[in-house]
């Protein structure tokens, strides 16, 4: 048999056969909160190389410590299978890896990642309207340029020859300039950004934002 095979068949087994249900369900919560942890510091990161680092980290931790994830599972048990592999059947593979695994996969991400987060900056916020972006126009910079759909013609001067020069221009609400990007819809207000920004910080430790001291000092 090939070398390949052999190991695909070892594996499969490694993984469905050895170990017993609850195991396989405690290796997938330890998966899926290492994997979930990685996509959330991936949005809360600016730059391309920090989501890249932020990602990498805990995805690489998940795969060397022998962790279960189920969407790993659905090709390497499989393939297991497909080659032959003893002992391991379809209903096997459901009932004793897909099942456990799933199941602890749920409880990795949504208790200890998305429950943890939840309970940290949105408990007592009410309503709140999550979305995903990127930051502002100086993160968006800072990733490599701009990135905003909304841009506009400026006349530029070099070498005494003027040219049009296509600037962008962050997206006004109400004819309101914000900090934010747009997408492919409207503009992007981050749930993460909202609670990592310095005025709702402010809000929420009772101190004054910026704004507010700048209003205090004018009317000094």
Not at 66 to 86: K, R, S, V
Request: net charge negative; glycine share 14%; with cysteine.
């Amino acid at each position: 048999m090939p070398a390949y095979k052999t190991e695909t068949i070892n594996f499969a087994t490694m993984k469905a056969v050895d170990p017993q249900w609850h195991q396989i369900m405690l290796r997938g919560i330890g998966a899926n909160w290492l994997v979930c942890f990685a996509v959330f510091i991936s949005i809360s990161s600016r730059e391309i190389s920090s989501k890249i680092i932020a990602i990498w980290f805990p995805t690489a931790t998940f795969v060397a410590l022998g962790l279960d994830h189920c969407i790993a599972n659905m090709y390497f048990i499989p393939i297991g299978i497909w080659n032959g592999a003893p002992g391991i059947s379809v209903g096997y593979f459901i009932w004793k890896s897909l099942i456990p695994t799933t199941i602890g996969n749920m409880l990795g991400g949504g208790i200890f990642v998305g429950g943890a987060y939840w309970y940290l900056y949105l408990t007592g916020e009410g309503s709140v309207d999550i979305d995903f972006n990127t930051g502002g126009v100086e993160a968006a910079m800072e990733a490599g340029g701009p990135m905003g759909r909304m841009r506009t013609k400026q006349s530029g001067v070099g070498n005494g020859n003027e040219k049009d020069v296509i600037d962008g221009e962050e997206p006004g609400v109400d004819g309101d300039k914000t900090s934010q990007l747009p997408h492919s819809g409207s503009y992007m207000a981050s749930g993460v950004g909202r609670e990592l920004s310095a005025e709702k910080y402010a809000k929420r430790k009772g101190v004054p934002t910026s704004a507010e001291k700048d209003s205090s000092g004018s009317d000094v």
